[in-house]
């Protein structure tokens, strides 16, 4: 299917995902290709291939669009055919999109969700929690065509500002600028927004441990 022939996402697709409809009204046609929507048959068997259901929001996308090239494939979103795992033998960890330079895949977390990250080659780096949220990050730093790694990281935390891992990523940086009393904050609303998340409580103590060691302690064995 060539771009003239693209098809046109529809006003509940848009709906759905605003940071989406945004870029595709904004720039030229063949800056972004969005593919015709997968068949059920094939989501279902995708599905069954991995022995699990896919999140949500790339079920819903998928089922407008089965995959998509955006920014002239700086962002690719692959189809049912190429949504694989991460690893040989694991379906616990699935590719679902690339960069040019790295892989995007999701997890499930432990509190039956998802985490959407970059994948390591061994580990899965975490930064959202939806596939929502994902895009609309993803969109924003590629659309304000950022390079350095806080200028992107503030611009996911904007598009994703309740996300615990985005409040944990931006917490542990200013632990990193030794900032705990900055940190402190982050981290607290990180372990309210996932109060089963053992790491956000770990890096909570951490910014505790300086000025209130009791304190900190608490938050050390909530992490256990």
């Given at each position: 299917?060539?771009?003239?022939?693209?098809?046109?996402?529809?006003?509940h697709?848009?709906?759905?995902?605003?940071?989406?409809?945004?870029?595709?009204?904004?720039?030229?046609?063949?800056?972004?290709?969005?593919?015709?929507?997968?068949?059920?048959?094939?989501?279902?068997?995708?599905?069954?291939?991995?022995?699990?259901?896919?999140?949500?929001?790339?079920?819903?996308?998928?089922?407008?669009?089965?995959?998509?090239?955006?920014?002239?494939?700086?962002?690719?979103?692959?189809?049912?055919?190429?949504?694989?795992?991460?690893?040989?033998?694991?379906?616990?960890?699935?590719?679902?999109?690339?960069?040019?330079?790295?892989h995007?895949?999701?997890?499930?977390?432990?509190?039956?969700?998802?985490?959407?990250?970059?994948?390591?080659?061994?580990?899965?780096?975490?930064?959202?929690?939806?596939?929502d949220?994902?895009?609309?990050?993803?969109?924003?730093?590629l659309?304000?065509?950022?390079?350095?790694?806080?200028?992107?990281?503030?611009?996911?935390?904007?598009?994703?500002?309740?996300?615990?891992?985005?409040?944990?990523?931006?917490?542990?940086?200013?632990?990193?600028?030794?900032?705990?009393?900055?940190?402190?904050?982050?981290?607290?609303?990180?372990?309210?927004?996932?109060?089963?998340?053992p790491?956000?409580?770990?890096?909570?103590?951490?910014?505790?441990?300086?000025?209130?060691?009791?304190?900190?302690?608490?938050?050390?064995?909530?992490?256990?």
């Amino acid at each position: 299917m060539g771009y003239d022939d693209a098809p046109t996402p529809t006003a509940h697709f848009m709906s759905t995902f605003p940071a989406l409809a945004r870029i595709v009204a904004r720039y030229r046609r063949d800056v972004h290709h969005l593919q015709a929507s997968a068949a059920t048959e094939a989501i279902s068997a995708l599905e069954g291939h991995l022995g699990q259901s896919l999140p949500q929001g790339l079920r819903a996308f998928l089922r407008e669009h089965n995959g998509a090239q955006l920014f002239r494939g700086q962002l690719r979103i692959r189809d049912t055919s190429a949504i694989a795992p991460a690893c040989e033998g694991s379906t616990t960890t699935v590719l679902f999109a690339d960069g040019t330079d790295h892989h995007w895949a999701w997890a499930s977390d432990t509190n039956d969700g998802h985490v959407f990250g970059i994948w390591k080659g061994t580990r899965l780096e975490p930064f959202h929690s939806s596939f929502d949220r994902w895009l609309q990050g993803t969109i924003d730093v590629l659309d304000a065509r950022v390079n350095r790694p806080e200028d992107q990281d503030a611009l996911r935390l904007e598009a994703d500002p309740d996300d615990a891992w985005q409040l944990l990523r931006a917490g542990v940086s200013k632990l990193a600028a030794g900032k705990p009393e900055a940190a402190e904050p982050i981290l607290r609303r990180a372990t309210e927004v996932a109060p089963h998340n053992p790491e956000a409580w770990q890096r909570y103590a951490d910014a505790l441990a300086g000025a209130d060691r009791q304190a900190a302690r608490k938050a050390w064995l909530q992490a256990f």
